[in-house]
């Protein structure tokens, strides 16, 4: 046999091994792909068998690469390895929330755009095209979740001169899905602004209180951990990209930790046989921070899907752990018109003192009636989940939670029929449920005369974002504060934050729901801004005494958080004095000075 004869049988031979792993890693990768991204720990085995096979993949064509393009192999073939993998990590971090999972996927999706491994024929071949569409919205998926903006600029034009190119070059076909996928994304960045990321939704031990240092909490039998979430999100017309909504985007956000900035480090530049395929990007995660909080992240799932998401990670919560279930819906069954009435006359806190105390639930203590506020109207159903009238399988119900309150869980509802849930209260079959709910009704935003376009839930942002829902529903965008007004304002608020944690740690009226809870950094964060909102919500004036946009919160927190106490009126006084609309807020009297704001009420 001649030299040139056993090149070509050897080339034939490392063609066949590399094809045939191809072949394996495909039949993997798609049994994986179709497995749901709860019950982690029973796939968490068949992940490393896959990502094995994709090991191998890579390196044999590292390793082989010149035979391979000689036998024929294409440019757009080795991207599609990497952006499988790519594919695969981010695929992981959602099954376990695991920041590292998020920076690999990054970092692979990165080398493909930046190595343009699809770029080679792509108008002459659909196929190609399409791939790397859907490559670019992965990736786009990716650098939201990651809140790298100028990556996300970058990608949303490609896309844009992608789709505009591809439909040139294929006339036949009109992209009519990539259209949508574009004004949804479009749809998205406008909502997803510079000024909602001024600070991030992360929990930052720059920013926020480093959780070494949270207050002890006086009255406390247990400390419990939040170790998972679920995240429901559905309105119509509401603003999302793929199914990622906007309220489950914030809230993703805000249950996971914000790398400190003192770790970037550039990667090393790869080996020939290295798994790493470049060395583009800093790393994204932060190994001095504990674990993410896992989450399951549910766009309009079925009634029964969602229980069984319920029940598996409710199996799987240690023994020290929590579960927090937020659903963002509308209402669904029947429940009373809701009326503005006013509960005495507009400009008093007397009046918002009143409100707040005089609808007390008889079957809950007497004490905090703002908390176990259960208004005049008759709620009942339950939320809509997905399309469809009332009832069916999109429909979650109170009494559908009820078997999962033996284990401890923490509940944010965020809907027009929130109320319908405070039958959960004392009917738990174990665990007393932690509940925040949200007002029945949405506050018009000052000054406006049109509907506000829908950008996500109030409620949801005061408890994500709380400073630039406050300015939204002042009337103001982001291009209208100066930034030394921001930064004045934040440092108001997260002063006033920290003194409630302090002194709800040493309150000895504390409910144990509560308490328990208090040395978890993301609830304890949750539970702060909770007690803002409701204050704001309480002191506004276009809606000050009107029950239907107070929410509420089981059990009740003690007296010295409701919205009338000097504290909390300092609090909202203080910073609408700084955007001049301290006359937004019925406050009779300016007679809390700073240095008094957190004086005994």
Same mark, same amino acid.
């Given at each position: ?64 690469? =010149? ?16 952006? &499988? ?6 695929? =992981? ?23 343009? $491994?699809? /770029? ?11 791939? =790397?569409?859907?490559?670019?919205? &992965? ?20 896309? /844009? ?6 439909? &040139? ?52 039998? +247990? ?52 798994? +790493? ?16 909080? +896992? ?30 279930? $937020? ?275």
């Amino acid at each position: 046999m001649s030299q040139n004869d056993a090149a070509i049988a050897s080339n034939i031979q490392v063609s066949e091994l590399y094809w045939s792993l191809v072949d394996k890693a495909d039949k993997k990768f798609s049994k994986l792909r179709d497995l749901p991204y709860y019950e982690h720990h029973r796939y968490d085995t068949y992940f490393y068998k896959v990502f094995k096979v994709y090991t191998q993949l890579w390196k044999f064509q590292q390793e082989n690469r =010149q035979k391979l393009v000689e036998a024929g192999l294409k440019r757009w073939e080795i991207g599609d390895i990497a952006s &499988r993998i790519g594919q695969l990590y981010f695929g =992981q971090y959602m099954r376990t929330s695991q920041a590292s999972y998020l920076s690999e996927a990054y970092i692979f999706y990165e080398a493909v755009l930046t190595r343009e $491994y699809f /770029k080679d024929g792509i108008f002459q071949d659909l196929n190609l095209a399409n791939k =790397q569409l859907r490559f670019l919205a &992965r990736f786009l998926t990716v650098c939201l979740v990651l809140n790298r903006r100028e990556m996300v600029r970058q990608l949303v034009n490609q896309l /844009k001169m992608l789709v505009a190119e591809s439909k &040139r070059a294929f006339p036949e076909n009109d992209f009519k899905e990539w259209k949508r996928v574009i004004r949804d994304l479009t749809k998205f960045l406008k909502v997803d602004t510079a000024f909602m990321n001024i600070w991030p939704l992360r929990y930052s031990v720059v920013l926020d209180l480093d959780p070494d240092c949270l207050p002890r909490v006086a009255c406390i039998k +247990r400390n419990l951990k939040l170790r998972g979430a679920i995240l429901c999100s559905y309105h119509p017309n509401e603003v999302k990209f793929s199914e990622l909504t906007t309220d489950n985007f914030r809230m993703l956000q805000c249950l996971e930790w914000e790398p400190s900035g003192s770790f970037y480090q550039s990667s090393e530049i790869p080996s020939a046989g290295s798994t +790493r395929i470049n060395h583009y990007s800093h790393e994204i995660t932060d190994h001095t921070l504990p674990q993410n909080p +896992r989450k399951a992240l549910l766009y309009h799932p079925s009634t029964t899907h969602l229980i069984a998401v319920l029940a598996t990670m409710c199996e799987e919560l240690p023994a020290d752990g929590i579960l927090l279930i $937020y659903i963002s819906a509308s209402g669904s069954g029947v429940h009373a018109s809701i009326s503005p009435s006013h509960i005495g006359n507009v400009g008093d806190t007397e009046n918002v003192s009143n409100t707040i105390r005089s609808d007390t639930v008889t079957t809950l203590p007497s004490c905090s009636a703002c908390d176990t506020l259960t208004s005049s109207l008759d709620y009942s159903g339950g939320l809509n989940l997905g399309p469809g009238a009332n009832g069916g399988i999109n429909t979650i119900d109170p009494s559908d939670l009820l078997p999962f309150t033996r284990r401890p869980l923490f509940l944010i509802i965020d809907s027009d029929n929130s109320k319908a849930f405070q039958a959960i209260n004392r009917a738990e079959k174990g665990e007393p449920v932690a509940i925040l709910l949200s007002p029945a009704l949405s506050f018009p935003l000052h000054g406006a005369i049109d509907p506000p376009l829908p950008s996500g839930s109030q409620f949801t942002s005061f408890l994500t974002v709380p400073l630039q829902a406050f300015v939204i529903l002042l009337g103001f965008s982001g291009s209208d504060i100066q930034t030394e007004n921001l930064n004045k304002a934040q440092k108001i608020l997260s002063s006033s934050l920290n003194k409630w944690g302090e002194m709800l740690a040493s309150s000895d009226t504390i409910h144990p729901v509560w308490a328990q809870v208090l040395g978890d950094p993301f609830l304890r964060r949750l539970l702060l801004r909770f007690i803002f909102c409701r204050a704001v919500f309480a002191l506004y004036a276009p809606t000050s005494g009107k029950k239907e946009y107070l929410p509420e919160c089981s059990p009740s927190l003690p007296d010295a958080f409701l919205p009338i106490t000097p504290s909390s009126i300092a609090t909202v006084l203080q910073i609408a004095d700084i955007f001049g609309a301290a006359t937004m807020f019925n406050i009779r009297e300016r007679i809390v000075l700073p240095d008094e704001q957190f004086s005994s009420p």
